[in-house]
């Protein structure tokens, strides 16, 4: 698969969003259904691999999805790349650098590997990020990090951070139906060397076109029921948008979600989408958006026939 930067770490430019194999959509596999579909994910040319120690079921507890991915990748870890995450709560004993210190070790067991390719602050707490910065970039110097990143952030908090040590990614939301990062974010991030990994980029599955109003999500740890863009009206609404990518599958021999991923692709230098999928044929089927080209002036008929349906809803705060 081709490659692209994020600052200085070489990913595939299509990457593995692995939380719902512990989190966020329903029944979890087992874990050696898990394994096998994160190996083989590899196998197909798939380098990047994102998880956070949040991602269990129910986030009841600390570490199942990072415990998977550390077994899935023990064999070729030199080879991968591995993105985690972890959260900093104000009011933890000791400083933002002790405590920063202590969630990776327990990553890096967890993952069995003595360093992270790449550690995001989940979500900006009530610390300052210049702290978070500073520290992430003692990481660094030791060798522990290879790069660090930030999720759901705005430039502002983006540029502050990236004066005190520079940011290998952002991770906000990112598609087709969420498009705010489009305005100051992802120019920033290009201009600065920062790599910008989406999540949701399938928009939970909208995207698609397999979601309809009728769809019943499971009952167990499943996001899509609070998703507000995956309300029975709001999927109604955004079907223009779902016809169109299957107006450009059919014509491209494709699937509805890889337009969706070829599309930011083909927008963005510096964008690597992280589709999360706990099947593994739908799993490569996303991997393969990576060959599914879209000439410019397919992108910009298809671009100028996006700007003019309406979005209906956001995806809201459901899932990590
Ligand atoms: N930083 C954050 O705060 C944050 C928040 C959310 C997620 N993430 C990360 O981003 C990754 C991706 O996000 P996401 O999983 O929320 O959203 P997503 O990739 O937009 O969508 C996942 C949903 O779409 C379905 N799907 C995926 N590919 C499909 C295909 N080709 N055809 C039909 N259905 C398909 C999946 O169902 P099946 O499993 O049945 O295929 C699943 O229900 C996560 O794994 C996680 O690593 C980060």
Request: charge should be neutral.
């Amino acid at each position: 698969m081709k490659k692209r930067m994020l600052r200085d770490i070489e990913v595939s430019e299509i990457g593995m969003g692995c939380m719902a194999f512990s989190h966020g959509y329903g029944q979890i596999p087992d874990e050696s259904y898990s394994i096998e579909a994160i190996r083989n994910a590899f196998r197909h040319g798939c380098t990047f691999f994102d998880t956070a120690e949040v991602y269990s079921p129910g986030l009841s507890g600390i570490g199942h999805n990072e415990r998977i991915v550390g077994k899935a990748l023990k064999e070729v870890r030199p080879q991968a790349v591995i993105a985690t995450k972890l959260f900093l709560n104000v009011g933890f004993g000791g400083s933002v650098e002790t405590v920063l210190r202590r969630h990776l070790e327990a990553s890096m067991q967890r993952l069995q590997t003595d360093y992270v390719d790449l550690y995001y602050l989940h979500r900006m707490g009530g610390v300052p990020v210049e702290k978070v910065a500073e520290a992430m970039g003692h990481l660094i110097d030791e060798g522990l990090i290879r790069g660090w990143g930030l999720s759901q952030v705005d430039v502002e908090v983006i540029d502050r951070a990236q004066r005190v040590t520079p940011l290998s990614a952002i991770q906000n939301i990112y598609s087709m139906v969420e498009r705010d990062s489009e305005a100051r974010i992802i120019p920033y991030c290009m201009e600065h060397r920062i790599g910008f990994a989406p999540f949701s980029p399938i928009a939970s599955g909208l995207l698609s076109g397999k979601i309809t109003p009728q769809t019943k999500f499971e009952s167990y740890d499943d996001v899509r029921n609070w998703v507000p863009q995956l309300s029975r009206a709001n999927i109604a609404g955004n079907q223009p948008i779902v016809d169109l990518l299957k107006q450009y599958a059919e014509m491209k021999n494709a699937t509805p979600a890889q337009i969706s991923l070829s599309w930011m692709l083909h927008k963005y230098p510096n964008v690597v989408p992280i589709p999360g999928s706990k099947n593994r044929e739908r799993i490569i089927e996303n991997l393969e958006a990576s060959h599914v080209e879209l000439t410019d002036s397919e992108f910009h008929s298809l671009e100028t026939a996006l700007n003019q349906c309406k979005v209906y809803g956001h995806r809201g705060l459901g899932g990590f």
